[in-house]
């Protein structure tokens, strides 16, 4: 079974890019979760999907993120435009639905280092 | 309330020695704690985890003891190896179906050999 895979695993842009983050989580898994990491501090949510829907964004930090889960399957985070303190890896997880096996472990991607100049 | 603070930052030992990584949480309604282990390059993989009805839980090497009163709890590593060289969080969340992890901040640990 494939794991959680995202793309790219490194992206160096310039401040006021754009950048699209991309995670695949694991086939058949309802709930999608993306996660921040700065500068060697704690993991932070940022938001949860359930299959398509936005079940909880809290964590976004402004509305320069946009999140997506068309369909279901896939999800992109965007950040535009792109600014200093967005630098960090970025997370995605992902775990199965309501009855599926250990529903609350969260199954991790390598993330996306993200540099912002 | 919602932060997990977890110490030391960074560890040393000597292969066969025991690290232990210590965790406190604020926020009583957590009620599962999971340990997850990182390698460079790679993503958070769970090791262990424990919910606040047992004290202590075994797999392998690993144990995690958890004191609900005082709210911390805590890694220890047996007869570390250099493989176990990574970095550890620390996390907690509510049980309840799809709730997210609140984590603490990670500790590098070094095994030399």
């Known amino acids: 079974e494939a794991g959680v895979t995202q793309f790219p695993s490194h992206s160096v842009i310039e401040k006021g890019q754009t950048v699209t983050l991309r995670c695949d989580p694991i086939?058949?898994?309802?709930?999608l979760y993306w996660y921040r990491r700065v500068m060697g501090k704690e993991i932070k949510f940022l938001l949860h999907f359930v299959k398509e829907s936005k079940q909880d964004e809290s964590g976004m930090p402004n509305n320069r993120f946009l999140a997506e889960r068309t369909g279901g399957t896939y999800s992109t985070l965007k950040v535009q435009p792109a600014e200093l303190e967005d630098s960090g890896v970025y997370f995605c997880?992902?775990?199965?639905?309501?009855?599926?096996?250990?529903?609350?472990?969260?199954?991790f991607g390598p993330g996306t280092r993200l540099t912002v100049l | 309330q919602q932060q997990v603070k977890q110490s030391p930052q960074s560890l040393i030992v000597q292969k066969g020695g025991i690290p232990i990584i210590n965790c406190a949480y604020e926020?009583?309604?957590?009620?599962?704690f999971p340990w997850y282990q990182q390698f460079p390059g790679k993503g958070p993989a769970l090791l262990i985890a424990i919910r606040p009805d047992v004290s202590e839980k075994k797999e392998g090497r690993f144990t995690i003891s958890f004191n609900k009163s005082a709210k911390q709890f805590s890694l220890h590593i047996m007869d570390s190896q250099p493989g176990d060289s990574a970095t550890y969080f620390c996390a907690a969340s509510k049980e309840n179906y799809g709730q997210n992890f609140v984590f603490g901040p990670g500790t590098r640990l070094s095994v030399l050999p």
């Open positions: 997880a992902s775990s199965p639905g309501l009855g599926g096996r250990s529903y609350n472990e969260q199954f």
């Open positions: 086939s058949g898994h309802d709930n």
């Open positions: 926020n009583t309604a957590f009620d599962y």
